[in-house]
Every structure is written in structure tokens, then in C-alpha cells.
């Protein structure tokens, strides 16, 4: 949260949003931060395309540590289902249960084993009953276009309203709507439907600017130097239409792999002894040693 005199209190304009993420570490761009206001201040899910490893987790992390909220997450995957998103019966729980009235009533009703206290919560459920005086949970709803079409269709409906009937117990409703993210891969394009409820943003790759600010503040044991030569020659490696464009994960990740091997500086033994921590295909591999590693930093 931000502090004004000396009080918390969650950002309610784009600079403040702007001045939060970046109190998070997290370097972000105008649009970004204009997308992030409106999905809080219309209470909108915020729905975030882009390619993998730009930073798109990274926004509803960052966005729970600003509001001080827990984070709850759903990590989407094909064969997803209410079970594991929603809820399920604790049956270990059941079946002890109804042993143990056998034993003390010699008797057993539904009532005694559908109840809220053997049920286990999974995200979605957890979001909804998080949602307490006023304090609403971050629901990262993760790479949703892993999951399939018919778990998407279900998402639009609890989406609408948040609550969730359960036949045994009842509807159980958010006194407040979870600030929701929810982010795709775009493996598949995800129905419309959805995304018109949503605030929509692409996080592309950061351009050369933005990558070096990122260094500087993800890693900044790295040298002025060296963050702007690793910032070049990620931008070429993404403008040579490999089959798996480094993101910026692999950014920081090619500046830790250069500090362990006490690297100050980028040059073709460097590219050619690190390349498989930043690209993680064969193929693109070869593509760049074809083109000769010397083109990433002349």
C-alpha cells in the first residue's frame, strides 16, 4: 500500500499505481499501470496476454504485496475441473466421521457428513470466502489457455457474480469481489465472451530502455556495461524469429549465469558458453550459432 501521512491506503490514480509497482521492484509502462487502475477501480478482472516470461505472474504477485492482501492462485492445465478449481468433499474426513457416529448414536444422516466442515476449499472457493471485511484476496487465475474450453465456460459463470451454489450447503457469495488477474500464454485464443468482462492488456517484450531499468532493479550487482549489452542482444535474439524468443525471465537469468562465471562483459565466448540459459530449444540454438554469436554484440 502507499503511505501518506503515515497511513496506508491503496492507489487510487495511475501514478500511484505507477509509484506502488515500482516500490515492488517491478518497472512497468504508463499502459500497464492504466490497466492495473481501472481493473481496481471498476472492480473488472484484469486479463493479460503476452509471451511467456514478460511478467505477467509477476503483476498479480506484485499487486497482492501492494494492497497487503493474501494471494490465491490457480494454476491452469489441461483436464482442469470444478474438483481441483472449485472444491471437493474431504471423503478420509466423511468416512471417519460416520464410523465414529456408528459407534457413539449407532446411526448416520447426510446431514452429518455434507457440511461446510468436510469441505476442502480449492482456489476458486478460497477467493470467494476470503473476500472479509473489505480486504479482498489477489485470485491469479494462471495461464488460463492451458485449461480447456468447457472449465473457461464455467470461469464466465462464476466470474459474474462470485458465488458458488453447492447443493448440500447452499450459495456461498463474496461480500466482496476478489481483485482478479488472469493471464494466457495464448497457446489458444480464449473465448470473447470472457474476455469483454475483463480489462484487457498485452505485455509485449520491454523495449532497450525498460530492460536495462529492469536489470537495474532485479539485479543490480550487474554493471551499467554489461546491463546494456545483455539488453542488446536480447533484443536482436528477438528480432531473429526463433521458434521461442527469450523473455525477461531468461534476461535475469543470463546475468546471474554471467556473475556466477565472473563474466564483466559480453563477448562471444560468453554467448556461446551460456546460450542454453536463455534459449531452450535446439533449434533456435543452432539459428544463432549459424548467424554467429558476434552479431549479438557488435
Same mark, same amino acid.
Given at each position: 500500500?502507499?503511505?501518506?501521512?503515515?497511513?496506508?491506503?491503496?492507489?487510487?490514480?495511475?501514478?500511484?499505481?505507477?509509484?506502488?509497482?515500482?516500490?515492488?521492484?517491478?518497472?512497468?509502462? +504508463?499502459? =500497464?499501470?492504466? @490497466? &492495473?487502475?481501472?481493473?481496481?477501480?471498476?472492480? !473488472? #478482472?484484469?486479463? %493479460?496476454?503476452? $509471451?511467456?516470461?514478460?511478467?505477467?505472474?509477476?503483476?498479480?504477485?506484485?499487486?497482492?504485496?501492494?494492497?497487503?492482501?493474501?494471494?490465491?492462485?490457480?494454476?491452469?492445465?489441461?483436464?482442469?475441473?470444478?474438483?481441483?478449481?472449485?472444491?471437493?468433499?474431504?471423503?478420509?474426513?466423511?468416512?471417519?466421521?460416520?464410523?465414529?457416529?456408528?459407534?457413539r448414536e449407532g446411526?448416520?444422516?447426510?446431514?452429518?457428513?455434507?457440511?461446510?466442515?468436510?469441505?476442502?476449499? +480449492?482456489? =476458486?472457493?478460497? @477467493? &470467494?470466502?476470503?473476500?472479509?471485511?473489505?480486504? !479482498? #484476496?489477489?485470485? %491469479?487465475?494462471? $495461464?488460463?489457455?492451458?485449461?480447456?474450453?468447457?472449465?473457461?465456460?464455467?470461469?464466465?459463470?462464476?466470474?459474474?457474480?462470485?458465488?458458488?451454489?453447492?447443493?448440500?450447503?447452499?450459495?456461498?457469495?463474496?461480500?466482496?469481489?476478489?481483485?482478479?488477474?488472469?493471464?494466457?500464454?495464448?497457446?489458444?485464443?480464449?473465448?470473447?465472451?470472457?474476455?469483454?468482462?475483463?480489462?484487457?492488456?498485452?505485455?509485449?517484450?520491454?523495449?532497450?530502455?525498460?530492460?536495462?531499468?529492469?536489470?537495474?532493479?532485479? @539485479?543490480?550487482?550487474?554493471?551499467?556495461?554489461?546491463?546494456?549489452?545483455?539488453?542488446?542482444?536480447? $533484443?536482436?535474439?528477438?528480432?531473429?524469429?526463433?521458434?521461442?524468443?527469450?523473455?525477461?525471465?531468461?534476461?535475469?537469468?543470463?546475468?546471474?549465469a554471467l556473475g556466477?562465471?565472473?563474466?564483466?562483459?559480453?563477448?562471444?565466448?560468453?554467448?556461446?558458453?551460456?546460450?542454453?540459459?536463455?534459449?531452450?530449444?535446439?533449434?533456435?540454438?543452432?539459428?544463432?550459432?549459424e548467424a554467429g554469436?558476434?552479431?549479438?554484440?557488435?
Open positions: 500500500m502507499l503511505t501518506i501521512d503515515g497511513m496506508a491506503t491503496d492507489p487510487t490514480s495511475v501514478d500511484d499505481v505507477l509509484t506502488a509497482l515500482e516500490s515492488q521492484g517491478y518497472v512497468s509502462d +504508463r499502459s =500497464l499501470a492504466v @490497466a &492495473v487502475h481501472l481493473a481496481l477501480e471498476m472492480g !473488472r #478482472p484484469l486479463f %493479460l496476454e503476452g $509471451e511467456a516470461g514478460v511478467g505477467k505472474t509477476e503483476v498479480a504477485k506484485v499487486l497482492a504485496a501492494v494492497l497487503e492482501t493474501p494471494l490465491i492462485r490457480l494454476q491452469c492445465y489441461e483436464g482442469l475441473d470444478v474438483a481441483q478449481a472449485l472444491y471437493e468433499w474431504d471423503y478420509a474426513r466423511q468416512m471417519l466421521e460416520i464410523r465414529l457416529l456408528e459407534v446411526r448416520v444422516s447426510a446431514r452429518d457428513i455434507m457440511t461446510r466442515d468436510f469441505l476442502l476449499a +480449492r482456489p =476458486l472457493l478460497q @477467493a &470467494v470466502e476470503a473476500s472479509t471485511n473489505g480486504h !479482498r #484476496p489477489v485470485l %491469479l487465475i494462471d $495461464e488460463l489457455d492451458r485449461a480447456d474450453e468447457e472449465f473457461e465456460a464455467f470461469l464466465l459463470e462464476l466470474l459474474s457474480d462470485f458465488q458458488v451454489t453447492i447443493p448440500e450447503i447452499g450459495t456461498i457469495r463474496a461480500e466482496e469481489p476478489p481483485v482478479v488477474v488472469i493471464t494466457s500464454n495464448r497457446t489458444r485464443e480464449i473465448h470473447d465472451a470472457l474476455k469483454r468482462r475483463c480489462i484487457y492488456h498485452w505485455i509485449d517484450y520491454p523495449d532497450f530502455e525498460r530492460e536495462v531499468a529492469i536489470l537495474a532493479t532485479k @539485479a543490480p550487482e550487474v554493471s551499467s556495461d554489461l546491463a546494456h549489452e545483455l539488453a542488446r542482444a536480447m $533484443e536482436r535474439l528477438r528480432g531473429m524469429g526463433l521458434f521461442k524468443p527469450p523473455g525477461v525471465a531468461e534476461t535475469l537469468d543470463w546475468a546471474a556466477v562465471l565472473q563474466r564483466q562483459h559480453l563477448d562471444s565466448d560468453a554467448i556461446e558458453e551460456t546460450l542454453g540459459v536463455v534459449l531452450k530449444y535446439q533449434e533456435d540454438i543452432a539459428k544463432v550459432a554469436a558476434e552479431q549479438l554484440i557488435s
